[in-house]
């Protein structure tokens, strides 16, 4: 449906539904107990809340602005959802760490709740999510995350990612696919106990459908079927999403089958298998949590988590030392001086504080979720003064983090020197949380990090990047989506050696 058209059916049904509950009792009374002081935050309209307020495009920035006015601590109303919005380092951490448990949940807008009913890791609550937690952790570190096994797959899948590069003998291509298919690669292995082809259809279609979602995820048409769910009827870009989660859940669900013909109970090998013998092992227990729904939604959710932030944040790395070739220079001189021509190893992170500094530079200023992934309250909860009743819609910002003035020297522009002291040497922020934190932190942060430090110095460790000829200046600006993903471009590669 063209936008246009799209968006003036819902100004009409907006403003329908406003005249009919504009007669009703008046919207902007809380129904808090009076002695309790609920976050402040603008004024609402009837029906539609604060959605005046809010660019559905690019959320974040609404708030962060919204937070300069109304505090760290502030709600908004979304049609009939109150939301509390957590802003800056401080407040972030004292709600995510030090009131852990109280922050603790999973907010299920109704897409969310669509997407995995509750299963999996990402948006569930309760024991399911606390099982699915312990089994995920355990099974990476069983299947070598944090250890040298897994260091040997990233730099197996390195070296394919180089003689992709190299065949385009430095001519203009376009990275995205191709990083999205090399990190994804690390979590098959892990998932399913192998790699696959970049040239693979299915591969390739699997791709397609995760960075679809993401974008999707954060439309401004699935924001506002999350918002008034009644709009379902109406063609949406939440009909792609539904219909896309289909056929990757039916992919996931075909390769159980291939699993469970060739299962060795006393030799799994992935995840996937690990899953399978503990389904075995439980059968006799019917309120066992290892069930093939959840099986399905850990497996998407670990793949999508696994593989778009990590290649998103290596795509804005790659666009940031066009934009900055004097840090790209000094980044190739620290891997000439300390690397050579070895492997890089995520060891080396401690004798190269400069490409460290720029790495954790990249994923702070690139702000790839700058929303987090929704919370929610567990229980009612007195947080800086203000009440905020159990079940509350919370959002830890982390653009607000990732920026916050208190932290960092360079909050706004793209400076390695926010992270390296006087003397050159690597300076580690409290504030640098762009995997969350607290007891929903991201379960694969150790595994990105190690994927990140060494994709990006073996990529530098072998290229110059530059833009194509006739182009004059990098395009930083995003797509809208779940994830602050960069606009499509084409980029040159050009060998060193």
């Known amino acids: 449906m063209d936008t246009t058209l799209y968006t003036a059916i819902c100004v009409v049904l ?19 107990p009076p002695q309790k002081k609920f976050p402040p935050g603008p004024r609402r309209l009837p029906f539609i ?22 505090g760290p601590v502030f709600s908004i109303q979304l049609g009939s959802k109150r939301m509390v919005i957590l802003a800056g380092y401080e407040t972030v951490r004292d709600a995510l760490v030090n009131h852990a448990a109280e922050f603790s949940g999973r907010a299920l807008a109704p897409m969310f709740q669509k997407m995995d009913h509750g299963n999996g890791i990402v948006w569930s609550n309760g024991e399911n999510w606390k099982v699915m937690r312990r089994f995920t952790i ?17 730099t197996e899948e390195c070296s394919h990612l180089i ?40 591969f390739l279609r699997l791709l397609k459908l995760v960075n679809e979602n993401v974008q999707l995820l954060g439309s401004p048409q699935v924001a506002l079927y999350n918002i008034f769910p009644f709009i379902q009827f109406l063609p949406g870009d939440y009909k792609k999403l539904t219909t896309n989660l289909k056929e990757l859940f039916a992919f996931i669900k075909s390769t159980f089958v291939e699993h469970m013909k060739n299962l060795d109970i006393l030799d799994p090998r992935s995840i996937v298998d690990a899953f399978l013998v503990r389904q075995k092992q439980e059968k006799e227990n019917s309120e066992s949590y290892f069930h093939n729904d959840n099986l399905s939604s850990l497996v998407r959710n670990l793949f999508s988590a696994g593989m778009e932030t990590t290649s998103t944040t290596l795509r804005w790395g790659l666009l940031l030392m066009i934009k900055y070739p004097h840090v790209q220079e000094k980044v190739q ?25 720029v790495v954790h530079e990249i994923q702070r200023f690139a702000d790839v979720v700058p929303l987090n992934v929704p919370h929610e309250t567990t229980k009612d ?79 530098l460790q ?14 930083l600006d995003t797509l809208v989506g779940f ?9 040159c590669a050009i060998s060193r050696y």
Not at 15 to 25: E, G, Q, R
Not at 463 to 468: G, I
Request: glycine share 6%; charged share 20%; proline share 6%.
């Open 14 to 32: 907006t403003l329908a539904a406003l005249y009919i509950f504009s007669i009703s009792s008046n919207w902007n009374k809380n129904s808090k």
């Open 49 to 70: 809340g604060n959605l005046h307020n809010v660019d559905l495009k690019k959320p974040h920035l609404a708030y962060f602005k919204l937070s300069k006015i109304y």
């Open 138 to 154: 355990s099974t990476l570190r069983d299947f070598g995350m944090g250890k040298s096994s897994i260091e040997e797959k990233i």
């Open 163 to 202: 003689q992709h590069f190299e065949s385009f003998k430095g001519k203009p291509f376009d990275n995205a696919m191709i990083l999205n298919g090399s990190v994804a690669n690390i979590i098959v292995s892990v998932l399913l106990g192998k790699r696959m082809d970049y040239e693979d259809n299915t």
């Open 333 to 357: 001189e620290e891997i000439s001086q300390i690397i050579g021509l070895a492997n890089p190893s995520y060891n080396h992170r401690g004798d190269m504080p400069y490409t460290n500094a």
């Open 381 to 459: 909860v007195i947080f800086k003064g203000y009440f905020i009743p159990k079940g509350t819609y919370v959002i830890p910002l982390l653009t607000s983090v990732l920026r916050d003035k208190t932290q960092f020297d360079y909050p706004e522009e793209f400076n390695p020197n926010n992270f390296l002291d006087s003397e050159g040497n690597f300076l580690k922020k409290d504030a640098f949380i762009p995997f969350s934190a607290g007891r929903r932190v991201c379960a694969g942060e150790n595994l990105a990090r190690m994927e990140l430090f060494i994709f990006f110095a073996s990529l």
């Open 462 to 475: 072998k290229f110059t990047f530059h833009l194509p000829p006739g182009i004059t200046d990098v395009n």
């Open 483 to 491: 994830t602050n993903t960069p606009t499509p471009q084409k980029i």
